[in-house]
Nanobody
Framework: QVQLVESGGGLVQPGGSLRLSCAAS????????MGWYRQAPGKQRELVAT???????NYADSVKGRFTISRDNAKNTAYLQMNSLKPEDTAVYYC??????????????????WGQGTQVTVSS
């Protein structure tokens, strides 16, 4: 079974920091592009940051200069370092990953997975 597991969410005060982790597990060959998205109550899910397999990085304007996306290929894990957090950053944060993996026939497949989401709340 292949899955993404997110962790690191919580409650912080404005100006504080959090580091989110997204670990891919299962019969994984490699991890291609990965990204972070968020969804606030009553709003559409929006892109926060993406990191391509070739190293390209893209940030939403609202988080540029405050958030940093990174990955550890050996651990098949992506991270989102969030600094200078604002109340408007409050949302459920979701990890997204395009993964290459084996099935029982030893064929390599490619599929995009979503994590279950982790709550980030920024409040005084």
């Amino acid at each position: 079974q292949v899955q993404l597991v997110e962790s690191g969410g919580g409650l912080v005060q404005p100006g504080g920091s959090l580091r989110l982790s997204c670990a891919a597990s299962g019969s994984i060959v490699s991890v291609n592009a990965m990204g972070w998205y968020r969804q606030a109550p009553g709003k559409q899910r929006e892109l926060v940051a993406t990191l391509g397999s070739g190293g390209s990085i893209n940030y939403a304007d609202s988080v540029k200069g405050r958030f940093t996306i990174s990955r550890d290929n050996a651990k098949n894990t992506a991270y989102l370092q969030m600094n200078s957090l604002k109340p408007e950053d409050t949302a459920v944060y979701y990890c997204n990953g395009n993964l290459r993996y084996y099935l029982t026939d030893n064929t390599v497949y490619t599929k995009t997975y979503w994590g279950q989401g982790t709550q980030v709340t920024v409040s005084s």
